[in-house]
């Protein structure tokens, strides 16, 4: 069995190569970094390092790297005769993925088993983006390459920091990891991943997810920025944020109960898991790595704006939420692309331009007049 992997970084050595090696497929990754995948290539086998409690260590080999960029045809090759294709290369990035999936489904035997395909980012629905991509990018191709391909729906989940450099190609991780991926689109066939759980209505463990793990961990982060803190297990420690932290997951939870029927104790436990793995003080995970890419963060159907706006609309509490935002807003990582266009975008646009098009809030939504408010606030300090 064969997997090609595009995203050769934290959460895909880390995470998913891992997995994918334990299910007993040989694994291709493929990247756009050529240090990174000659340095792949250069190695027979890595480690990937759980610190924290009950964490130990585990030994991948069998994987080798394609560079995409400048040798897309051996990708396209690969794809054409692997079982499955996953990537974990962010949800922005699944545009530029799409034409290799493509390309490789058309040169793909039609009569061998439809390619397996999973993007296991952090955003709902993310295969389907993907997929879609493909689609668009197929136009009166799709009808025949369709049939040669499986989409389906996951939700990743394991803290996997910044790797620092000049330590190879083995990954530390947090050793909690929780893998879903929806059952229907497999029909009787799965594909062969022992550490993941299938499940039929992926809806509430993506939401419990991004809605939790995500929005906790922003918020972790942008206050810890706001404090002048570099880890996340430091911010968690002070306990004005972690109280902050709390608060916008009891809003959260609050939510999902209403919205999935998910039970209140099962979620605080839940909780408690989480900002315990927070506070592994063996992980080296960084504010500016878990704060990237504000306004992807700050974006409707994220971690902050897509629960606060649910809730918001069902008349559940969002103080918390809203707050957290007023952080975000604050993020100012001269590294972080979207952190530079975030601050000059407060400078230059009015609150009301800048909460629609930031948020995806219509004015008359009834999150909006909170949101604005703090754009307004955010504004007056500069
Ligand atoms: N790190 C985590 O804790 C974690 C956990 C769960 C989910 N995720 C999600 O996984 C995704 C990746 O996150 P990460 O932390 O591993 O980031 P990362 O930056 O470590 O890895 C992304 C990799 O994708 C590569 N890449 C960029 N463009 C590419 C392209 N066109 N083709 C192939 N590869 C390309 C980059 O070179 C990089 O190696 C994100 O969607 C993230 O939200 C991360
Ligand atoms: O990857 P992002 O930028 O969407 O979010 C940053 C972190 O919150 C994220 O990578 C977590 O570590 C991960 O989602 C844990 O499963």
Redesign the pocket.
Known sequence: MKAVHFGAG??GRG?VGLLLHEGGYDLVFSDVAAPLVDAINAASEYTVHEVGEGGSDKVVTGFRALNSQTDPQAVVDEIATSDVVTTAV??TILKFVAPHVLAGLALRDPAAPPLQVMAC???IGATDILRDEIRAQAGDAWDAVSARAVFANTA??????AQPPGEGVDVTVEPF??WAIERGPFGDTPPSIPGAHFVDDLAPYIER??FT??TG??TT?YFGAQAGIERISDALADPAIAAKVSATLEETSALLEAVHGLDAAELAEYRATILR?FANPALP?TVG?????PL??LSRH??FVGPAAAAAERGLSTTALVAAMGAALAFDEPDDAQSVDLQQRLRTEDAAAFTTSVTGLEPGHPLFAAVEEIVRRRQAAF
């Open positions: 934290n959460i995470f962010g949800p980012e952090n955003a990743v989940d394991r803290i996997v920091p990891f929780e997810k991004l793990v995500n961990h922003a982060a793995r995970d790595r878990v704060g990237r890419q992807r963060k994220e971690r």
